[in-house]
């Protein structure tokens, strides 16, 4: 079970992986677009794990791959942040742009919350 700390932290590194993503492969500059996808990446994967604290979920068995010890709680924070990112930023800074650029901006968070939860906490 992952403390309170714990998972503000992994928020944290969360929001700012998405957003230096967007930065470096999307090559997004705008403060609103990178501030919504650090909220969003953030925020999806807090309120994930606070659901699996809340409900003493237990998904934390990480598969028996070494470079890659993905588990569901994992995947749930790549999915919360993927969906929460697809729906702050297609309805806020990103309504105007292509559905292939805002699909791409909300899978880069969440294949950053994924990343960071695999590997930094």
């Known amino acids: 079970m992952l403390s309170w700390g714990e998972i503000v932290y992994g928020a944290a590194l969360s ?20 501030g919504t996808a650090l ?7 807090f309120a994930w794990n606070a659901i699996l604290r809340h409900t003493g979920g237990d998904f934390f068995v990480d598969a028996s791959i070494a470079v890659f010890p ?12 993927t969906a929460l990112s697809a729906l702050m930023l297609g309805f806020g800074p990103l309504r105007a742009v292509t559905a292939r650029r805002l699909a791409l901006a909300a899978t880069l968070c969440g294949l950053a919350a994924l990343v960071v939860d695999i590997y930094l906490y």
């Open 39 to 45: 909220v969003a990446a953030a925020a999806g994967p």
């Open 70 to 81: 993905i588990s569901l709680q994992d995947t749930g924070s790549g999915v919360f942040a």
């Open 15 to 34: 929001g700012v992986g998405a957003a230096l993503l967007l930065v470096v492969l999307l090559r997004e500059r705008r403060p609103s677009v990178l």
